[in-house]
């Protein structure tokens, strides 16, 4: 078989497309970007906030696999990156498991916890589902602010009820102690994460999600176990969220409960939809609205309301209009204008007699 | 486990919640029949209502009376604008697009109300009912509270009478049934829309009046206390205005007679998360695949 | 071989299916009836989306109600939809291999048997296409891929034929035709269009309210005055 038979072979067997090459290149030039230039290139309050950042296109990456490949909508996400952050620190307080090990223990066990939450995915579907979840996020939110997130402390709970002082850091990895060394480690497990998603989408469990969203009877017929694909949808997005609550609890070296507010898991999903649930650009595009966004208001004075105010008309005009979010219109808004730029220049100077 | 008198005081403030409940509820269940949307952002609308009567007397000293007709008529006619341009526009999209819109105007509602009324300071709404009433046993009754629960006896009652018995209320029933077959009976179907968006609206701004003197006059809380009514609306699966009105007097008091119970006070906070969870996996309906006009969609 | 006897299936006061009897042998077995007969009904019991009041169905030796539904796939059930179903953001290679990779058959053959079916039905795209682009013919035949793949052994065929022009119902006519031999399934062929139904199905069975009114070699079964009687409705005298 000719050079291009196999190789054309081997990227239809990966899955992968032309475009994909592009996106390819992006990513990791990006990537080399983020973790070579940009710890150095911005200012210790924005190396924090692009960290936090980055933990939340993880977040956003789980929402977007339940919502856009599968069709299930969960408004827990929030209370999942908590949980993730609480099992996260509890590791790193009480065992000297090495930080990489931890994290993803983190995950699994947070992956344990997260379909449990999904559950109800098996009996209710669409609001009802949505709904559920919200509740279990308002549930678990309401343990939380009693049990408190761990800080050292002796128990079950490891936490110490101490009023003064300052409370003991969740410890980050040994390599990457500060706040630059740990936005590129982010940075690379953030890579990681995705790596693993895409890896689901493009092979089999992707396929029975997406014929699951289409239409449950045709993939029962097709021989879909849609019960165990459900889960291992809610598995993989608490996984990833567990992994990201983890990693928030090293960046922001103490958790508090008032992090992790009801609403805030609606306004994730405000963002998802903004970015686009169905691409995993998205993602990053509602992890930039959800951290990057407030950050840069509060930097100009304008107050963190305001941002209320954005998510929730964007929410609005994206339910209404662009239902694929930004990170699939933008591509094809810009598509559009360089065709109509495109046109322009050749009316303005034809190119062999040749018509528009 | 507390004895019969520590109970009693909190009986009759769980009734009044159960009652200003079932007011939302009500307007909830009718709306999403005639509609099939569940309108998540009716707790921030009945806040900014309240939001907007405070001001009216606190700071441009209008009377009392003029203020809370504001309150409630806001309520109506805010929901109406929002269904002529949301409810049309997203009129033949699924429940869970609807409902999330929704989300969406609460987020922008909760944006707008801490902006205009910070939320650093304290503020309060009494109403004139507030002062005088009534003891039982161990428990004192205020005017407000037998308003809240005779109110929301009366608009259940009422409500229920309306659709059966007048033009409008049975247009409205038809409409729940089947919007197209009623369209073609030559119903005028968006008129009929536009009286569910503003009756409904309505009470929910008479909820958040009565809330936010019986509860808190907080947007975030306020805005949140619709997860109750929410619960009440599903327990009665989005259909019963009897039944949504007994569950909100039920959701209502078991909230607030969990107070005086030491080893659960802590987790009180759950009471509504935990009741629309149980409303949901019990009472909402069993999944079916509908085989519906030929087809499986 | 695939026998049902006494099927009956009840809905609240609605009966589709009351004590439906028949076998198909072997072959492509037509199933026909006027609108409202349970002939989807039917084929939602196969798939196991709707369980039966009574009776049985027993599909080369094995009792195909005991099994889950996703299961039956696996078994070698395979089904079309009236409304297609294919998956539109995938390619087709995706749609045909989904089938495969949750049936019997092994990894190692998944693309040759994917190719192989998508070569069956005659489907002139690529197999990277995405189905989305696709027109309504090349939809129904990657419908028929994903049913003859990974070795089958019962083809379910609902109205595949439906909203097609002549020419492409010939094609798929030929295409259903060859699928017993070379394909070794049974198939059960729901469709209006009588030519279609003549063309490819050896032996029919008519169903009307849920009963089998009628049963044998096709050109019989057409010529039936019963069957006339069931579709065009005129009175029946008892």
Not at chain 2, 104 to 129: D, E, K
Not at chain 3, 49 to 67: H, I, K, Q, W, Y
Request: net charge positive; hydrophobic share 55%; proline share 4%.
């Amino acid at each position: 078989m000719p050079v291009g038979g196999r190789v054309s072979g081997l990227r239809a067997r990966l899955g992968l497309g032309r475009r994909d090459a592009l996106d390819g290149v992006v990513i990791v030039a990006g990537v080399i970007f983020a973790v070579a230039a940009l710890p150095s290139l911005l200012s210790p309050y924005w190396v924090v906030n692009a960290t936090i950042a980055f933990i939340y296109a993880l977040v956003a990456l789980g929402l977007g696999v339940l919502a856009g490949r599968v069709g299930l909508i969960s408004l827990g996400q929030g209370a999942v990156l908590a949980l993730g952050g609480w099992v996260g620190a509890r590791l790193l307080f009480a065992t000297s498991l090495p930080y990489p090990i931890a994290i993803i223990v983190a995950g699994l066990i947070t992956m344990v916890m997260g379909t449990l939450i999904g559950l109800p995915a098996l009996r209710v579907s669409g609001l009802y589902l949505a709904l559920v979840t919200l509740m279990l996020a308002g549930a678990i939110n309401v343990v939380l602010t009693d049990t408190n997130f761990p800080n050292g402390g002796k128990g079950f709970l490891g936490y110490n009820d101490i009023s003064t002082g300052t409370p003991p850091s969740i410890r980050r990895p040994s390599i990457a102690a500060s706040d630059p060394a740990f936005l590129r480690y982010t940075v690379i497990v953030v890579l990681v994460m995705f790596v693993l998603v895409l890896l689901h989408i493009r092979g089999k469990p992707g396929r029975a999600w997406a014929a699951i969203r289409q239409s449950e009877p045709a993939a029962l017929a097709a021989g879909v176990n849609v019960t165990v694909y459900k889960m291992w949808a809610f598995a993989l997005a608490s996984f990833v969220t567990g992994v990201a609550g983890a990693l928030l609890g090293s960046s922001s070296h103490v958790l508090y409960n008032y992090q992790f507010p009801t609403s805030q898991s609606i306004i994730l999903f405000a963002v998802a939809l903004m970015g686009g649930i169905y691409t995993m650009w998205g993602a990053v595009v509602a992890a930039f609205l959800f951290q990057i966004v407030p950050s840069l208001f509060t930097v100009w004075g304008i107050s963190n309301d305001w941002a209320t105010i954005l998510f929730g008309v964007g929410a609005l005009q994206v339910l209404t209009t662009a239902p694929a979010g930004i990170a699939h219109q933008f591509p094809r808004d810009m598509a559009k204008l360089g065709r109509l730029l495109f046109g322009l220049a050749r009316r303005v100077a034809p190119a062999g007699g040749r018509a528009p | 486990m507390p004895s019969w008198s520590s109970f009693q005081p909190f009986i009759p403030i769980g009734l009044a919640a159960g009652g200003a409940y079932a007011l939302s509820g009500v307007g909830m269940v009718v709306l999403y029949r005639a509609t099939g949307v569940l309108n998540l952002a009716f707790g921030a609308i009945g806040a900014m209502g309240a939001l907007i009567a405070w001001s009216m007397i606190n700071t441009w000293h209008v009377p009392g009376g003029v203020a809370y007709v504001a309150c409630i008529l806001f309520g109506g006619v805010l929901t109406l604008v929002y269904g002529m341009i949301f409810g049309r526009v997203l009129a033949a999209r699924d429940p869970l697009v609807k409902a999330a819109a929704t989300l969406g105007l609460a987020l922008l509602l909760l944006g707008v109300m801490n902006r205009l009324w910070p939320a650093q300071v304290t503020r309060t709404l009494t109403l004139p009912s507030d002062n005088g009433g009534f003891a039982v046993g161990q428990a004192n009754v205020d005017w407000t509270q037998v308003i809240a629960v005779g109110f929301g006896i009366a608009m259940t009652a009422g409500t229920a009478l309306f659709l059966r018995v007048t033009k409008l209320g049975t247009a409205m029933r038809a409409l729940a049934d089947d919007r197209e077959i009623t369209a073609t009976l030559g119903v005028p179907v968006r008129r009929v829309e536009a009286a569910a968006w503003f009756g409904s609206g309505l009470l929910a701004g008479a909820a958040g009046l009565l809330l936010a003197d019986l509860d808190t006059l907080a947007s975030d809380a306020l805005t949140f206390l619709v997860i109750f009514t929410v619960s009440a609306a599903l327990i009665a699966r989005l259909r019963s205005l009897v039944v949504t009105f007994i569950a909100a007097i039920v959701i209502g008091l078991v909230d607030n007679l969990i107070t005086p119970i030491n080893s659960i006070t802590n987790f009180r906070d759950m009471t509504p998360f935990v009741l629309a969870i149980v409303a949901l996996l019990f009472f909402a309906g069993r999944r079916q695949y509908s085989f519906a006009r030929g087809g499986i969609r | 071989m695939i026998e049902i006897n006494d099927l009956t299936v009840r809905f609240g006061g609605v009966i589709p299916l009351d004590a439906m009897t028949v076998t198909f042998e072997s072959g492509t077995c037509g199933l026909i009836g006027p609108n409202g007969a349970g002939k989807t009904t039917f084929f939602n019991v196969l798939s196991g989306f709707v369980r039966p009041s009574a009776g049985s169905v027993r599909a080369f030796g094995d009792n195909l109600l005991t099994m889950p539904h996703f299961r039956r796939a696996r078994w070698g059930l395979r089904r079309t939809f009236q409304t297609e179903q294919a998956i539109e953001e995938l390619s087709v290679f995706e749609n045909v291999a989904m089938i495969h990779e949750h049936s019997r058959r092994s990894r190692a053959s998944r693309r040759s048997d994917v190719l192989g079916a998508i070569e069956f039905v005659g489907l002139g795209v690529g197999p990277e296409t995405k189905v989305g682009t696709l027109a309504v013919r090349e939809r129904r035949l990657v419908e028929v891929a994903r049913a003859v793949v990974g070795k089958p052994r019962l083809v379910l065929l609902d109205e595949p034929a439906a909203g097609l022009p002549d020419a492409e119902t010939e094609h798929l006519g030929e295409v259903i035709r060859r699928i017993p031999g070379e394909i070794d399934a049974l198939v059960i062929l729901v469709d209006h269009d009588m030519d279609l139904v003549s063309a490819c199905c050896g032996v029919t069975a008519v169903l009307d309210f849920g009963v089998v009114i009628a049963a044998g070699p096709t050109a019989d079964v057409l010529r039936d005055p019963n069957v006339m009687r069931a579709y065009l409705g005129t009175e029946e005298t008892v």
